[in-house]
T-cell receptor, first 112, second 113 residues
């Protein structure tokens, strides 16, 4: 698998349900960031979690990081139709010079 | 506080022409990054610059592509003699320090005819 690979590739849920997306990576990292991208638009920064953190919350978002398994998860609670977008994780590798490595993303569709 | 600005938002070029993409980082940010996104794919790193310096260009094709971030003015990504394979969305991001969040601009969508 490639660095920063998201799982699942696509997810379809009903409004009000929770959505969980996972990200796996290969190398040691300084931090991991989650971004949202609406179709044909730019990226919106959601949350950054540092390598020495295990969990972080921001509104309806909850991010976990397990450096021993090289994985992260993004949980969106009480989803809304407006959450429909692609979600990407991006890693900042140690010694990588601060460039971000993105996965191919999870396409989330929240239906009414 | 304005976010990262990119222009143009859409750019159409014929094969062999030059494309110039501009990026103005967020106020107070001195680090600029360029990424390219092909359809249905994630973003791929191209180049990382600080004022007047290229820090990392490991993701940039060796030929036809160049980037600069002058002391005054925006960062420029320049693609010479464009080919159809250059068609993509090009995103610029900026950060205030090399270990913190990167904030992205709206992107420039380049179409090569």
């Amino acid at each position: 698998s490639q660095q920063g690979e998201e799982d699942p590739q696509a997810l379809s849920i009903q409004e009000g349900e929770n959505a969980t997306m996972n990200c796996s990576y290969k190398t040691s990292i300084n931090n991991l960031q989650w971004y949202r991208q609406n179709s044909g638009r730019g990226l919106v920064h959601l949350i950054l979690i540092r390598s020495n953190e295990r969990e972080k919350h921001s509104g309806r978002l909850r991010v976990t990081l397990d450096t021993s398994k090289k994985s992260s998860s993004l949980l969106i609670t009480a989803s809304r139709a407006a959450d429909t977008a692609s979600y990407f994780c991006a890693t900042d590798e140690k010694g990588g010079g601060n460039k971000l490595t993105f996965g191919t993303g999870t396409q989330l569709k929240v239906e009414l | 506080n304005a976010g990262v600005m990119q222009n143009p938002r859409h750019l159409v070029r014929r094969r062999g022409q030059e494309a110039r993409l501009r990026c103005s980082p967020m106020k107070g940010h001195s680090h600029v990054y360029w990424y390219r996104q092909l359809p249905e794919e994630g973003l791929k790193f191209m180049v990382y610059l600080q004022k007047e310096n290229i820090i990392d260009e490991s993701g940039m094709p060796k030929e036809r592509f160049s980037a600069e971030f002058p002391k005054e003015g925006p960062s420029i990504l320049r693609i010479q003699q464009v080919v159809r394979g250059d068609s993509a969305a090009y995103f610029c991001a900026s950060s205030s320090d090399r270990v913190y969040e990167q904030f992205f601009g709206p992107g420039t969508r380049l179409t090569v005819l």
